[in-house]
């Protein structure tokens, strides 16, 4: 955990100190697997449409925000103030929600539609496991979110 001592207790990193602290070093990863979930979801056609859209809606809106998060970490946007190291283990708490969700649903609409085209299929595996890659990733940053946030 020498990661974990690079910032004092009760302060948010900023900079290229997200870079190396825990657990801010998960934005990348985050943002890699959760653009996969979103590039393998659109390159197929989205059938049926409503638990697809949900699966694009959380690949989307989590890559999106995620983006912006660790932009406002790296600027110094949040000013170590402990509203925002709360509202970083809300939000991961809830990408981690949420792409959980989308996971299981993905999985299920593979699973139904494992008679279609190989390609597809193959496509559609490789979605769910960068899927659950990511939900893992996003439970990971709120789990240590939360044990930062105590520390404020």
Same mark, same amino acid.
């Given at each position: 955990?020498?990661?974990? +001592? %690079?910032?004092?207790? !009760?302060?948010?990193?900023?900079?290229?100190?997200?870079? +190396?602290?825990?657990?801010?070093?998960?934005?990348?990863?985050?943002l890699?697997? !959760?653009?996969?979930?979103? *590039?393998? #979801?659109?390159? +197929?056609? =989205?059938?049926?449409?409503?638990?697809?859209?949900?699966?694009?809606? #959380?690949? =989307?809106?989590?890559?999106?925000? +995620?983006?912006?998060?660790? *932009? *406002?970490?790296?600027a110094?946007?949040?000013?170590?103030?402990?509203?925002?190291? %709360? %509202?970083?283990? $809300?939000?991961?708490?809830?990408? $981690?929600?949420?792409y959980?969700? %989308?996971?299981?649903?993905?999985?299920?609409?593979?699973?139904?539609?494992?008679? !279609?085209?190989?390609? *597809?299929y193959?496509?559609?595996?490789a979605a769910?496991?960068?899927?659950? #890659?990511?939900?893992?990733?996003?439970?990971i940053?709120a789990i240590?979110? $939360?044990?930062?946030?105590?520390?404020?």
């Amino acid at each position: 955990m020498a990661a974990t +001592t %690079a910032q004092p207790m !009760g302060s948010l990193p900023s900079g290229l100190g997200i870079c +190396t602290t825990a657990p801010d070093i998960f934005y990348l990863p985050e943002l890699v697997f !959760g653009g996969l979930v979103w *590039i393998l #979801v659109a390159s +197929t056609h =989205v059938d049926p449409p409503n638990p697809l859209g949900w699966v694009m809606f #959380v690949s =989307v809106f989590c890559f999106v925000l +995620t983006f912006l998060w660790m *932009i *406002i970490f790296a600027a110094d946007g949040h000013k170590s103030g402990s509203a925002w190291a %709360a %509202a970083d283990l $809300a939000y991961h708490g809830l990408a $981690a929600f949420f792409y959980l969700s %989308a996971g299981v649903d993905l999985a299920y609409i593979t699973f139904l539609n494992k008679a !279609g085209e190989l390609r *597809i299929y193959q496509i559609d595996i490789a979605a769910v496991v960068f899927a659950y #890659v990511a939900t893992l990733l996003y439970f990971i940053h709120a789990i240590l979110s $939360a044990i930062r946030w105590k520390t404020f």
